[in-house]
């Protein structure tokens, strides 16, 4: 197993989160990574975080302190088109669905990535990146909860799926720390029409009620949470939770989806929590958003190909 440098050997005992932190991303070990797959790091800095932030950023963490940190706000008027970019290419096979589990901060749905069957090319990237996952950052209330911003605006949630460079790598987690190593699509929701194909999923949700559940999916098509329009901003930038690394060439959609108010996940929250009461609450996802690093957006590229 890899070593996670870029997270701090005290953050992997707390056990507010180490459970689903350790599933995902593995216990570090102490050899170190080779060299040429090693991604940006950055020096190190300790970040005081307050309540209103993500349970990760509670206190003083030891992150990096790098260049490429996520997420950023996207100002449109320094963003620049590049004719380079091509298409952004989205082939999802609805089959490769697994399940969705609670990871103790956000709901995740899991794919069979054992395969080409799922994933993304064109656009920015060079490989074939494979599906992995995809999950939600909703905030406390309904106008805030994107993790990016557009010209300071935020959106009521952010959509994130997330793939890896099977050319380049073996696995997910060897990509995780590597160079180019994984390709994230962003999609902002906003409040508005009935979204039908959101609903299979919103429905499964009192089921993974508690940290660590987990349910079969059945077949569901990502694509359908996607927008019609396929135009993106890109940038290289990280991870936005632990382990922070630089490794992740960002997509972001520049058209929202828009989902009903009784579909957004933060309603949802409130109306499971009533219903079995304010253990239950404690119990639940606890959604966050990673703070806006104090990056500026000139880097961003635009592709437009509606």
Request: hydrophobic share 35%; charged share 20%.
């Amino acid at each position: 197993m890899l070593r996670t440098p870029a997270l701090g050997r005290s953050l992997w005992k707390s056990s507010d989160f180490s459970v689903s932190v350790k599933r995902m991303w593995g216990t570090p070990r102490s050899h170190p990574l080779r060299p040429e797959r090693r991604c940006s790091q950055g020096p190190r800095v300790q970040r005081n975080q307050t309540d209103s932030g993500h349970p990760l950023w509670k206190g003083p963490v030891s992150v990096p302190g790098g260049t490429r940190q996520s997420p950023i706000n996207i100002r449109c008027r320094d963003s620049v088109y590049d004719p380079r970019l091509k298409p952004l290419m989205v082939s999802y096979a609805a089959e490769s669905c697994l399940y969705v589990w609670n990871t103790g901060f956000f709901f995740q749905v899991e794919f069979d990535d054992s395969t080409e069957g799922s994933g993304i090319s064109g656009g920015p990237l060079e490989n074939h990146y494979r599906l992995k996952q995809f999950h939600f950052h909703w905030g406390a209330v309904d106008t805030w909860g994107s993790e990016h911003t557009v010209d300071g605006r935020t959106y009521p949630a952010e959509l994130h799926l997330v793939h890896w460079n099977a050319a380049k790598y073996r696995s997910y987690k060897e990509a995780v720390l590597g160079e180019s190593g994984l390709a994230v699509i962003g999609v902002f929701l906003q409040l508005g029409a009935h979204r039908e194909p959101l609903q299979k999923l919103v429905e499964v949700l009192p089921a993974v009620k508690h940290k660590g559940a987990q349910v079969a999916m059945g077949p569901f098509q990502p694509s359908c949470l996607l927008p019609a329009c396929r135009d993106y901003w890109t940038y290289p930038g990280s991870l936005t939770t632990p382990p922070l690394t630089e490794s992740v060439t960002w997509i972001i959609l520049k058209e929202p989806v828009q989902v009903a108010r009784n579909q957004s996940f933060l309603s949802v929250q409130k109306r499971l929590c009533l219903l079995v009461g304010v253990l239950f609450c404690r119990l639940f996802l606890k959604a966050g958003v990673r703070p806006e690093t104090h990056r500026l957006s000139q880097a961003t590229r635009a592709g437009t190909h509606c």
